[in-house]
């Protein structure tokens, strides 16, 4: 119906699909608060309704109906909060523990003709490098999704809150280290081509 969401879709880029520069489709922010306005609506609908209401000599009391119908509101007002509140969260997460993980892989010193070391430390930079510009892209969404959940009583906790507020320069120091480290392990990278080469060249002539 009109009023559900794909779980496919959000406000922000799944960081674990951010190996292109494309973006993904987004389910705008401004959707979600229309839909928790749309039952805030519908609450303040119930509760201008009497509770006691006289059809003759019958007197109904529809506080039970009324307490049922504001349930099932504030369950639909939860899905949308509780779906933006699990994305912001996940992402901070993700990103955290992909930081962490390149971090400790660039403190690792490769050597010449560790191949496998050098392609350990490649992947990492890859893998900063391939999700660039999506991540720094991802941080203004974050931060507007936090404040409309704070906005609807959903607020994030302490940690998630300092982990929103200290990962975009955690993201840029990560982004230095790993351009540094490129340079650092250009000249090791460029000895591996040539020893294949040389080992292709030998294989054809033999």
Do not use: C
């Amino acid at each position: 119906d009109g009023m559900g969401f794909d779980e496919e879709e959000s406000h922000t880029s799944d960081i674990e699909d951010l190996d292109s520069e494309q973006d993904e489709p987004e389910l705008p922010l401004e959707k979600f608060e229309e839909m928790i306005l749309y039952y805030k609506d519908l609450e303040r609908q119930v509760d201008d309704k009497a509770s006691e209401k006289k059809i003759g000599w019958l007197k109904i009391n529809a506080d039970r109906i009324k307490g049922s119908l504001k349930q099932e509101i504030n369950a639909w007002i939860s899905v949308y909060t509780s779906h933006l509140y699990n994305d912001v969260t996940r992402k901070l997460n993700v990103l955290e523990t992909l930081m962490n993980s390149v971090n400790e892989g660039l403190q690792n010193d490769v050597q010449p003709g560790d191949s496998e070391g050098l392609k350990k430390v490649l992947a990492h930079i890859h893998q900063v490098k391939s999700k660039e510009r999506s991540v720094l892209k991802m941080f203004d969404p974050l931060k507007e999704s936090v404040q409309m959940l704070k906005k609807y009583g959903k607020a994030l906790d302490e940690y998630e809150v300092k982990l929103l507020n200290d990962t975009p320069i955690k993201w840029q120091n990560t982004v230095d280290q790993v351009y540094k480290m490129k340079e650092k392990v250009n000249t090791l990278q460029n000895e591996e081509v040539d020893k294949i080469q040389e080992q292709v060249e030998d294989f054809a002539a033999a």
